[in-house]
T-cell receptor, first 117, second 115 residues
């Protein structure tokens, strides 16, 4: 089974509108972390937001928030007030505490977000 | 931009050749991880190095090997290149083995073409 599933290959959003990018995950490890990264065409992965499995509140970082629904195993990214510079690939990723290596991240296949002027 | 630099940025090799990719980690970071990102896919973990030793490996064959140097820079070596090795190779560094990936900084990657 896929550890991270992103079902939206592409999304369009009007500038200044909000958009939600979906992510579901699969793990039996009770301790895990969920991440969202942005990848512009240059290739670099840019960290956006993190949610720990034991965190009680949804994570927020500026215009980014993570809608964490543990029972549903979903970790959707919400971008508010979209900007043209938000156009990029977005990846959801997970790290399980039982994995060796602090950076053993499992990534989804990504969602390409296009912001329309 | 992060302090992680990768070289070269682009590379073209033929099947069967060997390739070495390089990564200079963020200042003060002693852990380096390598990922392979095939076209249209998310990155896949290859392995991680901490204090010059491999610590954690993904589902990649032994022809993928690496090194970490005393200054924490790292190399990824791939022997006997195959067409499936055509991908973007990303390097990420963190401050220590227990550093949360929130502290991980990625380089811009090396785009390897295999013909």
């Amino acid at each position: 089974a896929q550890k991270i599933t992103q079902t939206q290959p592409g999304m369009f959003v009007q500038e200044k509108e909000a958009v939600t990018l979906d992510c579901t995950y699969d793990t039996s490890d009770p301790s895990y972390g969920l991440f969202w990264y942005k990848q512009p065409s240059s290739g670099e992965m840019i960290f956006l937001i993190y949610q720990g499995s034991y965190d009680q509140q949804n994570a927020t970082e500026g215009r980014y928030s993570l809608n964490f629904q543990k029972a549903r195993k979903s970790a959707n990214l919400v971008i508010s007030a979209s900007q043209l510079g938000d156009s990029a690939m977005y990846f959801c990723a997970m790290r399980e505490a039982g994995q060796t290596g602090a950076n053993n991240l499992f990534f989804g296949t990504g969602t390409r977000l296009t912001v329309i002027p | 931009e992060t302090g992680v630099t990768q070289s070269p940025t682009h590379l073209i090799k033929t099947r069967g050749q060997q390739v070495t990719l390089r990564c200079s980690s963020q200042s003060g970071h002693n852990t380096v991880s390598w990922y392979q990102q095939a076209l249209g896919q998310g990155p896949q973990f290859i392995f991680q190095y901490y204090r010059e030793e491999e610590n954690g490996r993904g589902n990649f064959p032994p022809r993928f090997s690496g090194l970490q140097f005393p200054n924490y820079s790292s190399e990824l070596n791939v022997n006997a290149l195959e067409l499936d090795d055509w991908a973007l190779y990303l390097c990420a560094s963190t401050s220590d083995l227990r550093g949360r990936p929130t502290e991980a900084f990625f380089g811009q990657g090396t785009r390897l073409t295999v013909v």
